[in-house]
């Protein structure tokens, strides 16, 4: 008998979903429409301060990305291409910070990066510098504590794409002469630039809606749009130009992915 | 130098950057000084003592205990099902399901927290624990759902086939030959829920109310004063953090099963 | 005895564009070891299927000893099965695995134990009771599968290509110890499988599919040297294969201008396929063939050669092996007679 398994048992699922999570961010989302006029996105768009805000977050964004790669591809392709011992300990030292609170993780950046944390201490007693250097409550100390919560998802996907990769193409490769730079270049970075594409995305777009690192790291310099929107709820109880953000905010992340869809369609298709 | 050799030099550095900030909490953490101070003076518990003695973060802890099993019970209960259902029903809104499923990930925390919080707050919610099970579940699926897919898709559906041809009803083949051979995947995908709802900040920020979950506290502390209590809570989450690899690995299914 | 008589008549399933199984009936009579040989694609698994009821056909009817079965559930039909790669439960022990069909039935314990210690003194495997899956090797995992399917006494035994995954020697092995299990307890078996030897050792009659329809069914001897069209005729042994028309009493032209010498009366202008077996050719017979060695192997016990013949022929001929290997190049006279020549229908 041809079973069908049915659609019954994602019932409860798509119940829960509908009324805990459907629900209640579209009724956020459509408090930024306030009596069918859209002035709270004249603001957030309009405003140079709001333009500011949004041109910054994508500005981190992208840096964030670019640092993860350059600090994750060495990582995922080593443990992918190593023994299983290896391997299986390179795992363990991604997934340790991975699950570590982001708190633990922005907590310990906050002693390391202070005036008078650890870093700045040992420069300073080692006579390499004498001033401590503002390395927190700055764009500085976000990029780091940001690449640091992201960097191990860049690892994981670039690890993926590169275990994909059959090693008789590598084998193929400097059985033709191939040096170990040419390989590089030609074959695993080609080849794995799905992998390196879906990184880039993921760490892209977490970084778009990242709320606790800037937040205690930026020491209220560093004004990323999540911050914006928690400051309109908590404090200016402006629920509806945080909705605005919001939705400014998703509509930025959908774009990206959609994006990303369409560009991994075309390169899968030529 | 050979290319393999430099690449390993530059990994051992990047490995450094990353396991930098988990290392250094252990020192601060074992500080005798009363505050703050790098390189601490001596050692001493008192930060642990402190952590054991104040019944804030114990009930902190014990809160986030609650929600995190709450979570993932409910996760495994609504997510086991759905995976089924995704990786094998045959039905015309099966992307759409998908989508759905995964659009937890997709929608920046920050919206997500608000918004709930939004809700709650109109139906009296805010600082009950359950409300923020809710919550956390929400974020929990689509990572149990993750890992039950890649799961299911190893399985072989011929022992399924083995086990109704020898008289078992579908229920049973469930109970006895499905779901026992599943059960790496099930313990995966319930550590993985529930470190997932302990660990997390954003909504319970707005959720937590007065009582608080280990991670406010730990949001508020950090806030307000660098207590170095807040080492000594970091440690313990961490070497939570490690307990639950070792089960993931031992009883689980395993550590290359990283689906995102 | 538990056996029973398995009767399909006309069964028909499509998936999409794509016919699985074209009007199929088939009689498989009690106690009998039937086996459905053809390549992939050919319907046989899917044909399978249906007579355990993962799939159900579209028109047509299973009865089993006469009462018609295509509405029940898997469960509850009561036949045996094994499958191609095992489908051992990987959490139970041999003990448990064998016993699961006969808890599914609510057996008394004491029963249960008996009964699971039977099957596996009747494939050799007493004491390995509390062994794992993972714990054995291929054949012994073949063999608790096989006590696993006839310890509840099933009415009907299926088989599908289980020995695929084993080497040579321990396909050898099983075939025979299957073979003498199901003969001992008298169960009616559908085997499937591509590989025409396994075949030929195990069978009482074959059913030779290709495209979803049965094209012949026979004994083994009826398939090999009476073959009813091309596709059995090559698929079922190594064959030389010609087409030509009958030309006179006894005499058919082939295609290419040669004639034979045939046993047959067929009415002239009738067009035939011509099997010629390799092992059939002598040095000499009514039909003979010269021609230059194109290949020769050696196989031990006998030589394989390929011949290439006037006009165009090229044949495959097993010669025992006797003296030297011919030499490529080598000229070589084989004959057929007339009554070892095979004729067919177009």
Known sequence: ?270 | MSGRSILIAACVAIYFFLMLPLLVVFPISLSSAPYMQFPPPGLSWQWYSRYFADPQWIDATIRSLQIGVATSVLALVLGVPLSFALVRGRFPARQLLDRLTMAPIVVPSIVYSVAIYGLFAKMKLIGEWYGLALAHTVLALPFVVLVMIAGLRDFDRALEQAAEGLGASRLQTLRRITLPILRPSLISAGLLAFISSFDEVVVALFLAGARMTLPKKMFDNILMEIDPTIAAVSVMQILLVAIVLFLMARFGRGLSATAQ | MASAELRLEGIGKRFGEVVALDNVSLVVERGELVTILGPSGSGKTTLLKVVAGFESPDHGSVKVDGVEIASLPPAKRNIGMMFQNYALFPHLNVRKNVAFSLEMRNTEKGEIDRRVTDALELVELAGYDERLPRQLSGGQQQRVALARAIVFNPRLLLLDEPFGALDRKLRETLQLEVRRLQQRLGLTTIFITHDQEEALVLSDRIAVMSKGAIQQIATRAEIYERPVNDFVADFVGESNIFHGVVSARNTVTLDNGRMLQVKSDATPGKRLGVLMRPERFSSSGANVFAGEVLDAIYLGASFKLRLRCESGIELLVRQPARGKLPMVAQRLTVGIDADELHLFDL
């Not at chain 1, 009724?27 to 006029?37: H, I, K, P, Q």
């Not at chain 1, 805000?53 to 500005?59: K, Y």
């Not at chain 1, 927190?136 to 860049?154: A, D, K, Q, S, W």
């Not at chain 1, 937040?215 to 990323?224: E, F, H, K, P, T």
């Open chain 1, 1 to 270: 008998m041809s079973r069908s398994a049915g659609f019954g048992p994602a019932l409860p699922a798509i119940v829960f979903l509908s009324v805990i999570f459907l629900f209640p961010v579209a009724r956020f989302l459509s408090f930024s429409v306030e009596a069918g006029n859209l002035d709270w996105y004249a603001q957030a768009l309009g405003k140079q301060l709001y333009l500011r805000v949004l041109w910054d977050t994508f500005e981190i964004a992208a840096l964030v990305t670019f640092f993860c790669l350059l600090l994750g591809y060495p990582l995922g392709f080593l443990i992918a291409t190593t023994t299983h011992f290896w391997a299986t300990v390179g795992f363990v030292l991604v997934l340790l910070p991975l699950w570590t609170s982001v708190l633990v993780r922005t907590y310990a950046w906050m002693v390391l990066l202070g005036r008078n944390g650890v870093l700045n201490r040992l420069l300073i007693d080692g006579g390499i510098t004498t001033e401590p250097l503002p390395l927190l409550h700055n764009f500085t100390g976000v990029m780091i504590g940001m690449v640091h919560v992201l960097l191990p998802y860049m690892v994981l996907l670039i690890y993926g794409a590169v275990r994909r990769l059959d090693p008789a193409i590598v084998q193929a490769a400097q059985g033709l002469g191939a040096s170990t730079w040419q390989t590089f270049w030609r074959i695993y970075v080609p080849l794995t630039m799905n992998g390196i594409f879906a990184g880039c995305v993921i760490v892209f777009v977490l970084s778009l809606g990242f709320f606790i690192t800037p937040a205690l790291l930026g020491g209220g310099r560093v004004i990323m749009i999540a911050v914006l929107i928690e400051q309109q709820v908590r404090e200016t109880l402006n629920w509806q130009f945080a909705a605005a953000l919001s939705a400014v905010l998703l509509a930025a992340t959908l774009l990206v992915y959609a994006l990303a869809q369409r560009f991994a369609r075309e390169e899968s298709a030529s």
